[in-house]
């Protein structure tokens, strides 16, 4: 029983955080920074 409510709540909480980078994305904000040299080469510009 145990195992499936930190299961639950780690669903929980990797849903917060894709929902917060989703609305970040949306907004325009990412954590990028706009500096394509320190993107790592994920730079979408």
Not at 21 to 45: I, L, P, V, Y
């Amino acid at each position: 029983m145990g195992t499936v409510v930190v299961a639950a709540v780690l669903v929980c909480v990797v849903g917060l955080i894709l929902k917060g980078m989703h609305k970040d994305k949306k907004n325009g904000r990412s954590s990028c920074g706009g500096d394509c040299s320190s993107c790592g080469g994920r730079c979408h510009r």
